[in-house]
């Protein structure tokens, strides 16, 4: 394997000089045959782990039944999938798409659309400092990372943003050509930031007020990574509209729009892409629904994230820190310098085993693992983690 020929692909972003051959589980394999713990697992997707049993069977039966006989016909997975979904939440309808941004930029769409219905074509949605909600040009517009509206301007207009967990930011900003708010239950890509249960609760109930929706983007905290099966759940609420991706596939190119019947109101002719609902991936995305579904699966993520959470604030208390933050296992650790980049290089290069980590900010690490991985491989983190705060920070 050469790395000589990576000048091929766009350089897009800083890639280490591995290729990754195979993975099972938590563990990934570079091409010198090397190990890795992997606590990213694809940006929170791989909620399974690598290759997971349910996942291949899933492609394997399904490629071998039907692939794709296009999005004019049913196909039973993609029915099959929409009614789970539903029968486990809030909502009644599902439209099935390929990635977290477009399923995003059909939540913007469906809102606008209910907008032109309901509120005299109101189209503005509120979303907040720091969000994140793709890369599409209209989702980067929805989305609040510093720089993103000078980039590729103009940006697609009508997206004010509010400051997270300051409902009075949100009340100031309500007009009458305001149709929703949206927000992420936890700001993953902004830092691992929770919205507080009293923020959401006020949300709901301003929205409720006001006569407009309530959308949550659940691409990185839904499917079961916050500990329930989706983060609203934990404010006790019921939100209009909310957007699945990463997880729902377990690794596969999936993602999800759900609305209530009352929102539901895209016309034919509206909503619409070559791949949606194509059963080789909502087949998939059963499998993966009905393992986390399975008797004790959430139990043990609870489980898991309480370690993590615990371990985490372990080393918070001996180095100093300032705390660990998230839900269930989407977590934080604070450091007290801008040395995350360094101990996640560090990590990365460490032997006999490798660790892959993250950092969304210079003083932060995340860790996205797989929902399923064990007590020993998190423990194997933890104590990696210890070491190499040692080394890079130094005592
Ligand atoms: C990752 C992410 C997206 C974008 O998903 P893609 O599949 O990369 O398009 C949108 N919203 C949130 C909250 C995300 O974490």
Not at 20 to 28: R, V
Not at 120 to 125: N, R, S
Not at 364 to 389: G, H, Q, T, W, Y
Request: charged fraction near 20%.
């Amino acid at each position: 394997m050469s790395l000589a020929d990576t000048n091929y692909l766009m350089d897009i972003t800083t890639r280490p000089d591995l290729i990754f051959k195979k993975g099972e589980g938590s563990w990934l394999e570079d091409q010198h045959g090397k190990r890795y713990l992997d606590m990213l697992q694809g940006w929170a997707v791989n909620c399974l782990g690598h290759n997971p049993q349910p996942i291949i069977e899933a492609l394997t039966t399904q490629s071998h039944l039907l692939i794709n006989p296009s999005p004019a016909f049913y196909n039973q997975p993609m029915i099959d999938l929409a009614k789970r979904l539903c029968s486990a939440s809030c909502f009644d309808q599902v439209f099935f798409a390929n990635s977290g941004a477009e399923a995003n930029e059909g939540a913007i769409k469906l809102a606008r659309k209910w907008g032109q219905k309901h509120r005299q074509g109101a189209y503005k949605i509120i979303s907040f400092e720091h969000a994140f909600h793709g890369r599409t040009l209209a989702t980067m517009s929805l989305s609040g990372k510093a720089g993103w509206d000078k980039l590729f301007a103009p940006q697609v207009d009508g997206f004010p943003k509010a400051k997270y967990n300051d409902i009075d930011s949100v009340k100031a900003l309500i007009d009458e050509q305001t149709v929703a708010v949206m927000l992420e239950p936890v700001q993953g890509e902004g830092g691992v930031i929770p919205a507080s249960r009293e923020f959401m609760q006020q949300l709901r109930q301003l929205t409720e007020e006001r006569g407009i929706l309530l959308i949550v983007d659940e691409v990185q905290t839904g499917m079961g990574r916050c500990g329930s099966l989706f983060a609203y759940q934990l404010a006790e609420i019921e939100p209009d509209i909310m957007t699945l991706g990463k997880g729902i596939g377990g690794g596969v190119p999936l993602s999800a729009l759900l609305a209530k019947t009352s929102v539901s109101v895209f016309d034919h002719g509206d909503q619409g892409g070559t791949y949606n609902g194509n059963p080789l991936m909502t087949a998939v995305g059963v499998a993966v629904f009905d393992t986390l579904m399975a008797d004790g699966f959430m139990d043990g993520v609870r489980e898991r994230a309480q370690q993590l959470s615990e371990g985490l604030l372990k080393l918070s208390d001996k180095w100093g820190f300032k705390g660990e933050r998230g839900e269930g296992l989407l977590r934080s650790l604070v450091l007290d310098g801008e040395y995350a980049p360094a101990i996640v290089e560090q990590a990365r290069n460490r032997s006999p085993e490798g660790l892959l980590l993250n950092a969304p900010r210079p003083n932060l690490l995340r860790f996205m693992p797989a929902l399923n991985i064990s007590k020993e491989d998190l423990d194997f983190c933890l104590v990696c983690l210890d070491e190499l705060i040692a080394q890079v920070r130094g005592a």
